[in-house]
T-cell receptor
Framework: EAGVTQFPSHSVIEKGQTVTLRCDPI?????LYWYRRVMGKEIKFLLH????????ESGMPNNRFLAERTGGTYSTLKVQPAELEDSGVYFC???????????FGPGTRLTVT | KQEVTQIPAALSVPEGENLVLNCSFT??????LQWFRQDPGKGLTSLLL???SQREQTSGRLNASLDKSSGRSTLYIAASQPGDSATYLC???????????WGAGTKLIIKP
């Protein structure tokens, strides 16, 4: 069984540009989560999908971030326009049930210059 | 507001020693607690998941305990090996929602 995959593994963009991160959850997992870790800080929750619906987006930092999960399969996280403070590692996780173990992808390292 | 603290921030021990990593949380109303390891430049690997009704979980040389009333969890690593070197993170899932609240991690170095 394939694990959670994320693309790209690393992205370097200039301030003001747009970047789209992708996450493919484990097949059959209805729950998908986005987290991020900025330099020197703890990992923070961004949002949670149940199938294609946003269940909780309380962690999204501002309206420059847009997450989608059309069809309830893979998810994208778009940052537009990117700012320097958006640099960090963005993790995606999926779980079968909401109380189940969360399985994490390898992360996407975003660098905004 | 739930806060998770991990002490120490870094730990270096000789190979073969048994060691304990600590995780504390401020609100005992948790659904479960997970321990993860992260290798440099890599993703997060789940090690153990303890449900709120459980007191401990074991996997190989790893044993995690949970004391909800005191807001503490420990990760015990027996007979440490250089391959155990990594950052260990604990995360709690509050009762009230489904996100994980994370500690800052303990960076563990096992010296050969």
């Amino acid at each position: 069984e394939a694990g959670v995959t994320q693309f790209p593994s690393h992205s370097v963009i200039e301030k003001g540009q747009t970047v789209t991160l992708r996450c493919d959850p484990i097949s059959g997992h209805d729950n998908l989560y986005w987290y991020r870790r900025v330099m020197g800080k703890e990992i923070k929750f961004l949002l949670h999908f149940v199938k294609e619906s946003k269940q909780d987006e309380s962690g999204m930092p501002n309206n420059r971030f847009l997450a989608e999960r059309t069809g309830g399969t893979y998810s994208t996280l778009k940052v537009q326009p990117a700012e320097l403070e958006d640099s960090g590692v963005y993790f995606c996780a999926s779980s079968h049930g909401v109380g189940s173990e969360q399985y994490f992808g390898p992360g996407t390292r975003l660098t905004v210059t | 507001k739930q806060e998770v603290t991990q002490i120490p921030a870094a730990l270096s021990v000789p190979e073969g020693e048994n060691l304990v990593l600590n995780c504390s949380f401020t609100d005992s109303a948790i659904y479960n607690l997970q321990w993860f390891r992260q290798d440099p430049g890599k993703g997060l690997t789940s090690l153990l998941l303890i449900q709120s009704s459980q007191r401990e979980q074991t996997s190989g040389r790893l044993n995690a305990s949970l004391d909800k009333s005191s807001g503490r969890s420990t990760l015990y690593i027996a007979a440490s090996q250089p391959g155990d070197s990594a950052t260990y993170l604990c995360a709690v899932k509050p009762d009230s929602n489904y996100q994980l609240i994370w500690g800052a991690g303990t960076k563990l170095i096992i010296k050969p």
